[in-house]
């Protein structure tokens, strides 16, 4: 990155001393649709510090992936700053854009996002082409070892369990070492114990790896799996608080919808109507 694309920019620190790497400042975005404006952020900021486990809530139409798009360099704000690991996003062209977003993101999206007649071991080594090529299928394969799947290289996606290709899925989006993992309702196509392994996978790479993970979910006994709950409503930040006590994976039973409910309730200090979490 050249060196007018820091300018003087210094990253803020929490207080454990972790640095921002994800640093969005009054950001706006309006979609426009021939005369109709749509503004579907309203002056979001937030900061995500290095070894972070996020997961951003919100009812439908809130603007979770207008924002989980913004922060991975994937569209620009309408506006607002944005710095990504000290780089200030909006001065980027899309050549740029495309490199950051190769080095530093991993992406997981909710439909696994694979392609067809495909291996598990090609779709992995696809992000490598991108850069230097070295070690390609050695690196593709320790990538699905370490998410269970060492034994699948050569399944195609139509082959494989959603859960397994959600797996593959992760596969690609750690390949390249990402500092930042964004993660779209990736558990939201799976039932419950895909579901379960898919997030101990995340929280995994998070603790071990120290991999940033920003996580978009419905789901609250999902959310409460990980560190600090973002909520948007209507575009804007409405709660932000960290989570006591994170549940680990697999160790806890998920409890009545009720009871879970009113404990996220509880511990967001927010009032909001049920819908808010179909
Ligand atoms: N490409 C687009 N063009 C026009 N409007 C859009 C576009 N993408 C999103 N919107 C609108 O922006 C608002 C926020 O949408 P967004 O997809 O970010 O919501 P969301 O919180 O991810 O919802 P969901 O939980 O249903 O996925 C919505 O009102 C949506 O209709
Ligand atoms: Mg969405």
Do not use: C, W
């Amino acid at each position: 990155m050249k060196a007018d694309k820091k300018t003087d920019y210094v990253a803020p620190v929490d207080d454990r001393g972790r640095k921002a790497v994800i640093d969005i400042r009054d950001i706006t975005k309006v979609y426009k649709m021939g005369d109709i404006e749509i503004p579907a952020l309203r002056g979001v900021s937030l900061q995500v510090y290095e070894g972070e486990f996020i997961s951003i809530m919100g009812p439908s139409g809130s603007g979770k992936s207008t924002m989980l798009q913004i922060l991975g360099a994937l569209d620009q704000p309408t506006s607002g700053e944005y710095y990504l690991d000290g780089v200030n996003v909006a001065k980027l062209n899309d050549s740029e854009l495309a490199a950051i977003r190769n080095r530093k993101i991993g992406f997981v999206f909710q439909s696994f996002n694979l392609l067809k007649r495909t291996t598990a071991q090609r779709q992995v080594e696809l992000p490598l082409l991108y850069g230097n090529g070295r070690d390609r299928a050695k690196r593709a394969r320790a990538a699905l070892e370490s998410v269970g799947l060492g034994s699948r290289l050569n399944h195609m996606p139509n082959e494989l369990s959603g859960g397994q290709q959600q797996r593959v899925a992760i596969a690609r989006a750690i390949v390249n070492n990402p500092a930042i993992i964004l993660a779209d309702e990736p558990t939201g196509n799976l039932d419950s114990r895909s579901g379960t392994e898919v997030l101990k996978i995340f929280q995994e790479m998070n603790r071990e790896n120290g991999i940033t993970t920003v996580f978009v979910t419905h789901d609250p006994f999902v959310a409460r799996h990980t560190d600090r709950m973002i909520m948007l409503r209507d575009g804007e930040i409405v709660a932000d608080k960290v989570v006591p006590d994170p549940y680990i994976a697999g160790t806890v039973e998920r409890p009545s919808e009720a009871s879970e409910l009113e404990g996220v309730f509880r511990e967001t200090y927010y009032e909001a109507p049920t819908e808010a979490f179909n």
